[in-house]
């Protein structure tokens, strides 16, 4: 998993509420195990106007020129509800997007985001509203999100303090998902086994 330190980007308002794991990446898209090539069904059902996907719909923010290579998302309340489908980060992270800012999630997308490198920051409605009228000014108006300082900087000098789990911050800052966690103990789990093996070797 990437290291996630500090990120600089063009923010996309998505001012939807209540946008479903399904409504990220619809079901159709979930007959692979793979975590690449998903960013093409990302948001699907709203960035096309017909089923195989070839002709994309002008109005939808991500397909406007400004946003095309969006980093961070601005979304509104409740973002990532619906089912715990791994596949939401996935298609996210394939399409470039690495940060989502809302002031809620689901709790199963949430926590499935920092298991993949994504990280999702809970901001008040006041904040919200704030880096929605940044975002809306298009690619002239980038983000910066300082993960160790725990700080969103805006394109005027504007800045908005978050806060975040110290642990899982740990993880993002150093790119550890549950395998590199685990291969941290390497060490510690291949004396274990040594020693049992030696205890026990007709196991």
């Known amino acids: 998993m990437d290291k996630f330190t500090t990120l600089e980007g063009v923010a996309a308002p998505l001012k939807i509420i ?7 990446i619809p079901k159709e898209y979930l007959k692979t195990i793979k975590r690449t090539g998903l960013g ?25 020129p400004a946003y095309k290579n969006a980093k961070i998302l601005v979304a509104d309340d409740n973002f990532g509800c619906g089912s715990s489908r791994e596949h939401a980060p996935w298609a996210l ?5 690495r940060c989502i800012i809302s002031t809620s999630f689901g709790d199963i997308f949430y926590n499935n985001c920092f298991k993949n490198g994504v990280l999702p920051i809970r901001v008040s409605p006041e904040d919200l509203v704030k880096l929605f009228d940044d975002a809306d000014r298009g690619a002239n108006a980038r983000l910066t999100i300082d993960l160790a300082a725990q700080e969103i900087r805006g394109p005027d000098g504007g800045m908005i303090k978050f806060d975040i789990d110290p642990f899982r911050k740990h993880l993002l800052l150093n790119g550890l998902d549950d395998i590199g966690l685990t291969m941290e103990k390497g060490s510690k789990i291949d004396s274990f086994e040594s020693k049992a093996s030696a205890a026990r070797p007709w196991v």
Request: charged residues 25%.
């Open 18 to 24: 209540n946008v479903d794991t399904d409504m990220i």
């Open 93 to 97: 992270l394939d399409f470039g997007i």
């Open 40 to 64: 093409t069904g990302l948001f699907a059902e709203l960035r096309y106007k017909d089923q195989a996907g070839t002709i994309e719909n002008p109005d939808f923010v991500l397909n406007k």
